[in-house]
C-alpha cells in the first residue's frame, strides 16, 4: 500500500535523482553521434586546428531570423557547430549571431562585411513573398578577417569553418605548382578548382628553363591534359622532383573526342610513357558506360527544331569510389572521353589504391571513332565492367625517398575551360581534384571535411525501370505498412489482455 510518506520520499527521491543528473550534465558533457558521416562531431583536424589557437578567434553569424523550416535549419545546424567549437577551444573561439533584419544599420555592416543577401520565397497566408535574407559569417583572428559569404542548407558547415579559421591563422601555406608549356589549360582556366585551393595553398605556374626545373618550394606538382610532347630535359626535372620526395598529380587524356565534328581519336604525348615508369598505363583506348551523363541534340519535330538530352556513354557519370580521403563524402563525378588506368608498380612495396571505377556496365572503344548520338547502345556494348579510372600510389617510386602520385584517367574533368561563359563543374569534380591536392599535400585530414554533410543517396540509375518503381513503392508502402502492423498487433495484446481481466472471478 502506497502509504503519503513513502510517496513524500519518493518524490524527494525522484527530484534528487533529476538534480544530479542536471550538475553531472553541466559538468560533464556526452553526446553520441549517429550518423553515417558523424555529421554533429568535430573531427581530428578541426581541433588540432582550434587546438592550436594562440589567440581567441571571434565569428560573427549574420543569419535573418523566422525563415521556412528547411532554411532555417541552416542557422540551428551553425549554432550547435558553433557550441562544439567553443567548448572545445576553452573560449578561444567566441561567436555571436546577429539578425541584419532588424535594422538598416546591421543590413549595413553585414554587406560591409561581406554578407550579402540572397532572396527566398516565403509562403504567408497562403500567398508567396519574396524575403531578403542573410545566412553568413565573418571571422576574425587578431587583425585578420574571412568571410563565408553564404552558408547552404546541408553543406559542409564545419569544412567552412575549420578552413577559413586555417587561412587567416596559418602563416606559411604550401606551394602547389601547376605544369605549364606543354600544351596545359592556363590557371585562369580552372577558376574554381583555383578558388578552392587558393584556401590552404599558394598555387603558382611552374614552367621549365634550361637552368631551373621544379622550385625547391613546390612540395605537389599538378600536371593537367598536357598534349605537347616533353623534352629529355623535363623528364629529368621530373624524375628529379620524384627523387627528392616531390608529390605528383597528374590528369591525362590519352584519347579525346571533338563534338565540331564528332570524332575521337588518340591524344599525342610522350607524358604517357614516362608514367609508365611507375607502372601506370593509361590505356588510348575510350570508356563508355551505361552511368552516363546526357547531350543535348538538336532535332526537327514538326515544324519546330527541339534540344532533347540523349545519353551519351562517352561521358561516364563515376560513382563507384573507394573508401580513402581523396574520395571521401563524394557521390558522383562526370568525366568526359576517360580512359582506363592499369597499374602494375615496378616494387612491391608500392601501395596502389584504385580510386575510382566505372559501372558494372561499361566498356571500351578503340580510337579513330566516329561519334554517332543516336547511336541504339547494346549489350555487348559494356563488356568491361568496373575499369579503373583513378588511382593513387604510396612509396619509394623512384630513389630511397618515400612519396606519392596520383593518376586520372581523364585531363578534362576540372577543367572549366576559356572564353567569357566557361562551363560550370558539378562541386564533386572541383572537390576531386581538391581532395588528391591536399592527401598529396596537406596531411591534416582537413579535406575529408569538404564533403562532410547532407549526402544524396539516389537509386542506381543503372537499375531496370521495374526495379526502380518497386524500391519507390517499398519505400513509400513499408512504413505505412508497418505502422498498421503495430496497431493490429497492439490492437489484438489489447483485447488478449482485457479478456483475461475479465475472466478473473474477484468473488
Known amino acids: 500500500m502506497l502509504t503519503r510518506k513513502k510517496l513524500q520520499t519518493t518524490v524527494v527521491l525522484v527530484f534528487g535523482i533529476v538534480l544530479l543528473i542536471n550538475i553531472l550534465s553541466f559538468r560533464f558533457f556526452v553526446r553520441g553521434d549517429f550518423t553515417a558521416d558523424q555529421r554533429y562531431s568535430l573531427s581530428k583536424a578541426t581541433k588540432d586546428i582550434i587546438g592550436n589557437l594562440d589567440a581567441p578567434v571571434t565569428v560573427t553569424a549574420y543569419f535573418t531570423e523566422n525563415l521556412p523550416p ?3 535549419s541552416a542557422r540551428r545546424d551553425f549554432k550547435d557547430l558553433l557550441i562544439e567549437y567553443a567548448n572545445y577551444s576553452d573560449g578561444q573561439v567566441v561567436y555571436e549571431f546577429i539578425n541584419p533584419n532588424e535594422n538598416q544599420q546591421t543590413e549595413i555592416e553585414a554587406q560591409k562585411n561581406g554578407v550579402r543577401p540572397v532572396v527566398i520565397n516565403v509562403r504567408e497566408k497562403d500567398q508567396m513573398k519574396q524575403q531578403r535574407a542573410y545566412l553568413g559569417a565573418v571571422i576574425r583572428y587578431k587583425d585578420k578577417k574571412e568571410t563565408i559569404p553564404f552558408i547552404k542548407p546541408g553543406a559542409a558547415m564545419e569544412y567552412a569553418l575549420s578552413s ?10 604550401p606551394e602547389v605548382g601547376f605544369l605549364q ?3 596545359e589549360p592556363k590557371l585562369d582556366e580552372m577558376p574554381q578548382e583555383q578558388k578552392l585551393l587558393n584556401v590552404l595553398y599558394k598555387v603558382k605556374a611552374v614552367k621549365f628553363t634550361d637552368t631551373t626545373g621544379v622550385p625547391k618550394a613546390i612540395s605537389t606538382l599538378v600536371i593537367v591534359a598536357p598534349k605537347d610532347s616533353f623534352s629529355q630535359r623535363d623528364f629529368n626535372y621530373l624524375d628529379n622532383f620524384v627523387k627528392r620526395g616531390g608529390k605528383i598529380l597528374a590528369a591525362v587524356n590519352s584519347v579525346e573526342g571533338d563534338f565540331s565534328t564528332q570524332q575521337g581519336k588518340i591524344v599525342k604525348t610522350n607524358f604517357l610513357d614516362w608514367l609508365k615508369k611507375f607502372g601506370v598505363n593509361v590505356e588510348k583506348k575510350f570508356v563508355v558506360d551505361i552511368n552516363c551523363s546526357n547531350v543535348m541534340v538538336r532535332q526537327q519535330q514538326g515544324l519546330f527544331v527541339m534540344s532533347t538530352p540523349v545519353r551519351f556513354p562517352y561521358i561516364p557519370t563515376i560513382t563507384k569510389f573507394a573508401k580513402h580521403p581523396i574520395t571521401e563524402g563524394l557521390e558522383s563525378v562526370m568525366l568526359k572521353f576517360a580512359s582506363p588506368v592499369d597499374v602494375t608498380p615496378k616494387d612491391s612495396s608500392v601501395k ?8 558494372e556496365k561499361s566498356g571500351l572503344k578503340t580510337p579513330p571513332l566516329y561519334f554517332n548520338i543516336m547511336y541504339q547502345w547494346r549489350k555487348s556494348d559494356f563488356l568491361n565492367p ?13 630513389g630511397s625517398k618515400k612519396t606519392k602520385m596520383v593518376v586520372f584517367g581523364d585531363g578534362d574533368f576540372a577543367i572549366n575551360g576559356k572564353g567569357k561563359s566557361p562551363r560550370e ?9 581538391a581532395n588528391a591536392v591536399d592527401w598529396l599535400t ?12 547532407i549526402t544524396s543517396r539516389p537509386i542506381d540509375p543503372t537499375l531496370s525501370e521495374g526495379t526502380k518503381t518497386i524500391i519507390k ?25 482485457r479478456k483475461q481481466i475479465q475472466s478473473v472471478d474477484y468473488v
Open 181 to 183: 608549356g606543354h600544351g
Open 386 to 398: 568496373s575499369l579503373p579510372v583513378a588511382v593513387a600510389l604510396e612509396g619509394k617510386l623512384l
Open 425 to 433: 563543374l558539378q562541386p564533386d569534380n572541383v572537390n576531386l581534384m
Open 164 to 173: 577559413a579559421i586555417k587561412k587567416i591563422t596559418v602563416t606559411n601555406k
Open 70 to 72: 528547411n532554411i532555417e
Open 473 to 497: 513503392y517499398v519505400n513509400f508502402l513499408l512504413p505505412i505498412l508497418l505502422i498498421i502492423l503495430y496497431g493490429v498487433i497492439r490492437f489484438q495484446t489489447k483485447k488478449k489482455i
Open 352 to 359: 596502389v589504391t584504385i580510386l575510382a571505377k566505372t559501372s
Open 442 to 453: 596537406d596531411e591534416t585530414g582537413l579535406s575529408q571535411l569538404r564533403t562532410k554533410g
